[in-house]
């Protein structure tokens, strides 16, 4: 049995029927890029999450890089966030000339420490980009507060956090703007890259349609109002998003199942398992602990065949393609330390019991050889 599988295969195996239709409906259409079905599938997204507008695009990355310059970022501005992320956040961020400054994460979500924001506000502050780490929201009334007081703006990054809730509020409507991925192992996956912002900004969202389409209007073809990119989303992948979106809520719920039985499973042992911060609907796009001797277990644990991923090993400020931010090391201890202790146990809504008794037993035999 292989206890690890890429997650879409699985996936695959029980909606080939479904994705081999949606391609074959796109294919046969005559539209491969600029057809009905990206706006079909916006429709849809814009309404799951309750706002007026969204915007597809190529990835997730250029989802934050576009909104960023449709919010009005320009280079030198400021953008607060955190080094604990997925290095695209902050790539986006020095994409377009902006300044990231970093606070540190909270010990038990790894969230964002919101409680540091106020201090690292500046008069060149235009955003605050919370990231929606591992699937939960990071803790929004004191940024809303914060953003109305000094007149800036949130963009909340919301790759990893696909249906997730905040005091019943969802992830990409609390913010002007919020930013997806539909990488393929995200929570709402395509099969291959694809993006989106969502917004109820009307000014954001024309911004953003433009930036996507070389800077043109798209009822002014060939016309450039301002220098964009390419960065639309295809046909083939909007069709299948829009038909996964329907089963979001079932991924969502595969997810927690997972989750609640790792922590039936695990609760005896010296893990740190996930926190759930108040008023949080967490998604689990990964079910991240810690453990001192996490680089021991990994080791361990290939020779149950099992790899274990780390979500993430090297925190952005320490790597070389952003030492010129000038992020000394130690600046953030307690993302440093914690990048040295957390791991990511397997987790894909269709892993199975056995699997996972599978995983547990072999974390029960690595843990005791300690
Ligand atoms: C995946 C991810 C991104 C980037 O998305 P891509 O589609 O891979 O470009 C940005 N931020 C976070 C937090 C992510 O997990």
């Known amino acids: 049995m292989t206890t690890y599988v890429w997650g879409y295969l699985k996936e695959y195996e029980q909606e080939r029927e479904d994705i081999l239709d949606a391609v074959d409906t796109v294919f046969g259409s005559g539209n491969l890029v600029w057809g009905p079905r990206v706006g079909m599938f916006e429709e849809a997204f814009a309404a799951y999450h309750g706002v007026a507008h969204c915007a597809g695009v190529d ?8 909104a960023l310059l449709a919010m009005g970022v320009e280079p030198g501005d400021e953008v607060i966030t955190v080094s604990n992320t997925a290095a695209p956040t902050v790539l986006a961020i020095d994409r377009v000339g902006a300044v990231p400054v970093f606070v540190d994460i909270d010990p038990d979500t790894y969230l964002m420490d919101v409680d540091q924001v106020a201090a690292a506000i500046t008069d060149r502050t235009r955003v605050l980009l919370p990231v929606h780490l591992y699937g939960q929201c990071v803790d929004m009334a004191p940024l809303e507060a914060l953003a109305e007081r000094h007149g800036i703006q949130i963009l909340e990054d919301c790759a990893q956090a696909h249906g997730a809730r905040h005091h019943g509020r969802i992830a990409g409507s609390m913010g002007r703007a919020g930013a997806f991925s539909f990488y393929p192992t995200k929570v709402l996956g395509a099969y291959g890259h694809g993006g989106a912002t969502v917004t109820s900004d009307p000014e954001v969202d024309a911004g953003l349609r433009r930036l996507r389409y070389y800077g043109m209007e798209e009822a002014a073809y060939y016309v450039v109002a301002r220098n964009g990119l390419n960065a639309r989303l295809d046909e083939v992948h909007a069709e299948i998003l829009r038909r996964k979106l329907t089963r979001l809520d079932e991924y969502i719920a595969g997810r927690r199942a997972v989750a609640a039985r790792y922590a039936e499973m695990l609760g005896g ?18 079910y991240v602990v810690r453990h001192p001797e996490r680089d021991r277990i990994i080791q361990g644990m290939k020779e149950y065949d099992i790899s274990l991923n780390i979500s993430y090993p090297w925190p952005v400020h320490t790597q070389k393609g952003f030492a010129h931010f000038g992020v000394e090391k130690g600046a953030l201890p307690v993302t440093e330390d914690l990048a040295g202790q957390i791991f990511s146990l397997p ?16 974390l029960h035999k690595t843990l005791g050889s300690l």
Not at 269 to 286: E, I, K, R, S, W
Request: hydrophobic share 40%.
């Open 347 to 362: 987790m894909y809504p269709s892993l199975t019991e056995p699997e996972q008794e599978r995983i547990v037993e072999a």
């Open 269 to 286: 042992t010296d893990l740190v398992l996930p926190v759930t911060a108040p008023g949080n609907d967490h998604v689990y796009y990964v």
């Open 59 to 66: 990835n997730g990355t250029n989802a934050i890089l576009l």
